[in-house]
């Protein structure tokens, strides 16, 4: 079932560097970044690098899940956010989970960083691990 | 000198679960727990965190302090009791999160208890003096498991430190390592089986014939071959199991001033790291010193052995210093949770 | 291209219909065709379904055979369509271009979805498909999460009050009191949205489309056609589908559905309509904040102003612009594929006083359908 029982190996190898490091693609053309990968930008061009993110970034919104999917029932409630990069002057946005923050003190405008944790794991299989923000001023 | 730290990082998480917290779970006095061990607390992993992601945060800023390129780091060694995989080292987790140069790169995870990290350490060094790499990463690091009601759940915490390692007289050195000696027999004082959650240990043997004689026999060692008395450093980091052996060993060896003794203030807010409890000792030491400062560090690894070093700080420490978050900022940020909590965040609850 | 017409509608009753497999609940959305039809089955050229997840819910693909089979159908063209929650609006959409062009007089244009089959967990992980697999899921944002985030947004930039959220479900509600199809047929009042469980903040459990089974069919033919076959129809005089990014986190804004706004412009402009025009509508208001957005992108409010519409009355059955009558998705029930069948189906009751309980009626209908957080939309516009 894809994605939902625990990632096999071989799409663990393909998405692991841009699971665990913060990489993002921009379009060599038009100068776009982006946060999700494509073949083709908008503006036309297949000429699109990858590049290393910007760890640092603000809460643009952001919730708590309490009904979490499934293989992330150990870790919730837990707080998914949007969050803003600077990346040479561009806005950016990011989605990412949050850690190492109470519950009630989130607040839209925190700074936060980017940080390795665990995403999910069984008892068997691989364990998958991921980008987390957690706030800066810890 | 045998080789260069060029930069160090440490990370504890947040949480704390105090020993009153603990002993009320089974009906023990707090304050004759908190004397005996001097102890007060301990730090817990997160659900979401493990040796690896403990592993990383001390890693990047350990070589954002070195400010080398990272393709040429050449060896990424993790020693812990609680790599996340038996077979699969951690070091390859890391090299993927922190986008390490595949070519001429090493990974292999160490184990020898608590002393894995400054094995790591010395693998590291020995690589770097062969002329195979330029710069390797050390780490000790691990999450450790307290058999609930065993009195080492007072103590078993989670916690690591990681090292950017150089040859000597590199010129981005904050500190040069002068010398490490080792000294290892088989001692049976505590160990884990294969497949076993919780390891068994010999309660009080842990202690003289364990701890004590090996710790003593490797700073002896060291210090006849540097020809130095110890009170000639100017801190100390030990392996910290708890408070009550640190100051301990600490006598023994002659040491007069016991507040140079990094490790007391560490284990006693946060437990014993394990893997990580020498190499974040060190940390702290790095934290405090001023350039020319010598530090004297001694690791212990039940089975058993010991590693000691003696680490002469440059002056570039100063400009590092600053960069990265010093062992006391972490020690000083603590979120406290109850047992329940503890039971959850630790896997102790059967959800499955 | 031909005028398309509706000239039939069915519908199945929505709840966990535990006795029931996938092709029995399409089977009653279609006997139902049938009998308000009075049409021979031999008359239908082609089957459309549109659906989520079924593959996922009850591991059954080939769904267009296995359906036209089930109503012995087989041999028909028929197949599958899918754009997440608006697989209905993506059914109904290639429905209508089966006609237009020629190719089929009679077209059924059908959605179905099982959902109850799976523990909550793993149904709220196949929903979650409908967003960003590695970039948005795999954090663990659950599709409710990442609707909370547009909510949350929403409420930090225009600072409405709360209660005009919750409002939308005690209308809904009472709209599904009176259709006999609906999953929840009782009222509710606004304290029991407001204090009721949060699922992600700041998304009560009442703002929320509930799980269920269900199916819709409508059927689409030329007006010399429908004449020729006795039945009363309405036009389809507009119809679009239109994508966006799909990750939430890539959209130009997060308050706005640019696919809204894009199927939006070019079904009106193909109707030849003004929001002024529009008498009643059916939007996908899966969450409290789908309804205020779409209010806005479909051009009944300006930016920041959707919520006066609820909190006003205006979106009631009494009001001006009267939405969802059979109850919306909160009330009459969400399978998910089927969704904008249902619209689409109860626009067309509602323009031709069919439904079960006298509608206010009107000339124009704008039935909107959105897939995933936005990332496609489909709008159609109805007229009498």
Known sequence: ?138 | ?352 | MREVVIAGAGFAKIGERRNDRIGDIFAEAFRMLIDNTQIDPKEIEALVVGNMSAGEFVGQASLGAYLADYVGLSGIPAIRVEAACTSGGASVRTAYHLVASGAYDVVVAAGVEKMTDTPNNQTTSILAEAAHQEYETYFGASFVALNALMMRYYLDKYKPKREAFAKRSVYMHQNAVDNPRAQFRRPVKLEQVLNSTIVADPLTIFECAPIGDGSAAVLLTTPEKAKELGLEYVKIAGAALATDRLALHERDELDTLKATLRARERAYKQAKIEPKDVDLIEIHDAFSIMAVLALEDLGFAKKGEGRKLIDEGVISRDGSLPANLGGGLKARGHPVGSTTVYGVGEAYLNLLQKAPRKSPGGEVAVVQGIGGTGSTVSVFVLRR
């Open chain 2, 1 to 352: 000198m045998i080789a260069s730290i060029l930069g160090y990082g440490a990370y504890i998480p947040r949480y704390r679960i105090k020993a009153e917290e603990i002993a009320k779970v089974w009906g023990q006095d707090p304050d004759r727990v908190k004397l005996g061990l001097l102890v007060e607390s301990k730090s817990v992993p997160g659900p979401d965190e493990d040796t690896a992601t403990i592993a990383f945060e001390a890693a990047m800023q350990a070589i954002e302090r070195a400010g080398i390129d990272k393709s040429l780091i050449g060896a990424v060694f993790v020693g812990s009791e609680s790599h996340p995989y038996a077979v699969k080292p951690t070091g390859t987790i890391l090299a993927s999160a922190l986008g390490l140069n595949p070519k001429h790169l090493r990974a292999a995870s160490f184990e020898f208890a608590c002393k894995a990290g400054t094995e790591a350490i010395q693998a590291v060094i020995g690589l770097i003096n062969a002329g195979l790499i330029k710069y390797g990463l050390a780490i000790g690091a691990d999450t450790a498991q307290g058999r609930p009601s065993d009195p080492l759940e007072y103590t078993a915490a989670a916690g690591g430190a990681a090292y950017v390692l150089g040859p000597k007289g590199d010129s981005k050195a904050i500190a040069e390592i002068e010398r490490v000696e080792s000294y290892v027999t088989d001692t049976p004082d505590f160990r884990r089986r294969q497949g076993a959650p919780y390891p068994e240990h010999g309660v009080r043997f842990t202690g003289e014939p364990a701890y004590f004689h090996h710790i003593i026999n490797s700073v002896k060692l060291l210090l006849e071959k540097l020809g130095r008395d110890i009170n000639e450093y100017d801190r100390f980091a030990f392996h910290s199991p708890n408070g009550k052996f640190v100051r301990n060993v600490a006598r023994r060896l002659g040491i007069k001033d016991l507040s140079r003794v990094v490790s007391l203030d560490i284990v006693r807010k946060c437990g014993n790291f394990y893997s990580g409890s020498t190499l974040v000792g060190i940390a702290r030491a790095l934290d405090k010193a001023n350039p020319g400062d010598k530090i004297l560090a001694a690791s212990f690894g039940s089975g058993a052995g010991s590693d000691a070093f003696s680490i002469v700080v440059k002056d570039r420490i100063t400009e590092v210093k600053s960069i990265g978050k010093s062992v006391d900022r972490y020690l000083n940020r603590a979120k406290y949770i109850d047992y329940g909590t503890y039971a959850r965040y630790r896997g102790i609850l059967v959800m499955d």
């Open chain 1, 1 to 138: 079932m894809g994605i939902i029982e625990g990632t096999f190996p071989p799409r663990y190898r393909r998405e692991v560097k841009y699971r665990n490091a913060f990489v993002g693609w921009r379009c060599k053309k038009c100068g776009r970044v982006f946060y999700t990968p494509r073949k083709r930008c908008e503006c036309g061009s297949r000429e699109i690098e990858e590049i290393e993110l910007p760890r640092e970034g603000r809460v643009v919104t952001r919730t708590v899940v309490r009904n979490p999917p499934k293989g992330y029932e150990k870790y919730a409630p837990y707080a998914i956010a949007i969050i803003e990069l600077d990346v040479d002057g561009q806005k950016v946005r990011v989605l990412g989970q949050l850690a190492d923050v109470d519950l009630d003190k989130i607040r839209t405008g925190m700074r936060v960083r980017a940080t390795l944790r665990r995403i999910r794991a069984g008892r068997r299989g691989l364990i998958e691990y991921g980008v987390k923000r957690v706030p800066i001023e810890e």
